[in-house]
């Protein structure tokens, strides 16, 4: 998640992707000292203590309307640490997914993918910052299916990896006709949020490396960057109701599509303040930002599936914590899948990555170069 002012040309997104990319590698190679690799020093820290301290003392706790409950002894793993020199292990959660025993940690900062290893505290790197073949230069979304992982960069590119013998290594790289932000999969069709040069839809379906289908409708402007921060966000896909939902970083909606494309229904995040947006015609720049008079403003944190909920986390920011790339508060909202029916609710924990019938992980980012601290929880 992307945190701050954006101040760039309208028409000139190619020479802004461009830079990243330079300026990406620059970071990297101040970021990474030596023996950055490999290190491991799983916490014991428990769930409560390092997700919410004020609900340390409780037992047990149950969020309104969610029928999951999780004991803070029955913590399984936390990774990261705040005060060890090994702490730049892991640079920044651009997004993390739970599948099993194991955490994928997309690392926007590190240029890599962390496996981190639930049970069992072990950690690969998969992937590496570069560009060329399966080499990470501006990584956006991570996807899990079977044995296979994918990941979009920003250089009109998906990586295919895979695992073999208990390792992951690179397969292939699949070209694509667009700038993907965010993935997932159902089976083995790839949802891939992008944006394009165009006014073409937002979400694109990608089977055996080939582009199948593509549907949502995308912000109105013929500004290529209004677009592209208009699009950005998260992608949930939710083959128990055969839907794709899309959950903006940037705005107050919330779309559920099928997976043949059409719309179900769109959800409104109530009290939500979006970023303020001015285009400046002299300069012919667009800021976005606390804007136009706002004190403050949200951007997502986090989304996952819940009880046959979507649930949505947003961060709310004002000026002092957008220099800090620290949210003020997280506010968390629960949608019903099927109706798209919204409601505001206390939760806990805030950084989610998934919540299962047993299984609960948390994460949390710290300003660099303090590092990003995952815990894992399992009800009994």
Same mark, same amino acid.
């Given at each position: 998640?992307?945190?701050?002012?954006?101040?760039?040309?309208?028409?000139?997104?190619?020479?802004?992707?461009?830079?990243?990319?330079?300026?990406?590698?620059?970071?990297?190679?101040?970021?990474?000292?030596?023996?950055?690799?490999?290190?491991?020093?799983?916490?014991?820290?428990?769930?409560?203590?390092?997700?919410?301290?004020?609900?340390?003392?409780?037992?047990?706790?149950?969020?309104?309307?969610?029928?999951?409950?999780?004991?803070?002894?029955?913590?399984?793993?936390?990774?990261?640490?705040?005060?060890?020199?090994?702490?730049?292990?892991?640079?920044?959660?651009?997004?993390?997914? @739970?599948?099993? !025993?194991?955490? =994928? $940690?997309? %690392?926007? /900062?590190?240029?890599?993918?962390?496996? *981190?290893?639930?049970? +069992?505290?072990?950690?690969?790197?998969?992937?590496?910052?570069?560009?060329?073949?399966?080499?990470?230069?501006?990584?956006?979304?991570?996807? @899990?299916?079977? !044995?296979?992982? =994918? $990941?979009? %960069?920003? /250089?009109?590119?998906?990586?295919?990896? *895979?695992?073999?013998? +208990?390792?992951?290594?690179?397969?292939?790289?699949?070209?694509?006709?667009?700038?993907?932000?965010?993935?997932?999969?159902?089976?083995?069709? @790839?949802?891939?949020?992008?944006?394009?040069?165009?006014?073409?839809?937002?979400?694109?379906?990608?089977?055996?490396?080939?582009?199948?289908?593509?549907?949502?409708?995308?912000?109105?402007?013929?500004?290529?960057?209004?677009?592209?921060?208009?699009?950005?966000?998260?992608?949930?896909?939710?083959?128990?109701?055969?839907?794709?939902?899309?959950?903006?970083?940037?705005?107050?909606?919330?779309?559920?599509?099928?997976?043949?494309?059409?719309?179900?229904?769109?959800?409104?995040?109530?009290?939500?303040?979006?970023?303020?947006?001015?285009?400046?015609?002299?300069?012919?720049?667009?800021?976005?930002?606390?804007?136009?008079?706002?004190?403050?403003?949200?951007?997502?944190?986090?989304?996952?599936?819940?009880?046959?909920?979507?649930?949505?986390?947003?961060?709310?920011?004002?000026?002092?914590?957008?220099?800090?790339?620290?949210?003020?508060?997280?506010?968390?909202?629960?949608?019903?899948?099927?109706?798209?029916?919204?409601?505001?609710?206390?939760?806990?924990?805030?950084?989610?990555?998934?919540?299962?019938?047993?299984?609960?992980?948390?994460?949390?980012?710290?300003?660099?170069?303090?590092?990003?601290?995952?815990?894992?929880?399992?009800?009994?």
């Amino acid at each position: 998640m992307n945190i701050g002012v954006w101040s760039v040309a309208g028409t000139r997104i190619h020479q802004l992707v461009q830079l990243l990319v330079v300026v990406s590698v620059a970071l990297l190679v101040s970021a990474c000292g030596p023996g950055a690799r490999d290190v491991q020093h799983p916490l014991t820290d428990s769930l409560a203590s390092a997700f919410y301290p004020d609900h340390l003392a409780d037992a047990q706790l149950t969020p309104p309307g969610l029928d999951i409950r999780f004991v803070r002894d029955s913590l399984l793993a936390t990774y990261g640490a705040q005060n060890l020199p090994e702490a730049h292990i892991i640079g920044r959660i651009g997004i993390a997914k @739970l599948l099993g !025993d194991d955490i =994928f $940690v997309l %690392d926007d /900062r590190l240029h890599t993918v962390h496996a *981190l290893g639930v049970r +069992g505290a072990s950690h690969e790197q998969i992937g590496r910052p570069g560009q060329g073949p399966g080499e990470l230069a501006i990584p956006r979304g991570l996807a @899990l299916s079977n !044995d296979r992982l =994918f $990941v979009g %960069d920003e /250089r009109r590119v998906i990586h295919e990896y *895979l695992r073999a013998g +208990g390792r992951w290594s690179w397969a292939r790289d699949i070209p694509v006709p667009f700038l993907p932000l965010d993935i997932c999969s159902i089976g083995d069709s @790839l949802y891939v949020l992008a944006v394009t040069d165009d006014l073409s839809p937002i979400i694109h379906r990608v089977e055996q490396g080939e582009l199948v289908t593509s549907f949502g409708v995308p912000y109105r402007s013929a500004d290529m960057f209004i677009r592209y921060v208009t699009t950005e966000g998260q992608l949930v896909c939710l083959p128990e109701i055969d839907g794709i939902a899309w959950v903006p970083t940037r705005m107050d909606e919330v779309h559920m599509y099928r997976t043949d494309g059409t719309l179900r229904w769109i959800a409104q995040l109530p009290e939500y303040k979006p970023m303020g947006m001015i285009e400046d015609t002299t300069s012919r720049t667009v800021s976005m930002g606390l804007a136009g008079g706002r004190t403050e403003m949200h951007m997502l944190h986090a989304a996952a599936p819940v009880d046959s909920n979507l649930l949505v986390q947003v961060g709310l920011y004002d000026q002092l914590s957008v220099e800090e790339d620290t949210p003020k508060t997280i506010e968390s909202y629960l949608i019903d899948l099927n109706s798209g029916a919204t409601s505001k609710i206390a939760f806990p924990y805030s950084g989610l990555i998934g919540v299962t019938d047993t299984r609960l992980a948390l994460f949390t980012n710290d300003p660099w170069p303090r590092v990003d601290v995952f815990a894992v929880s399992e009800a009994r």
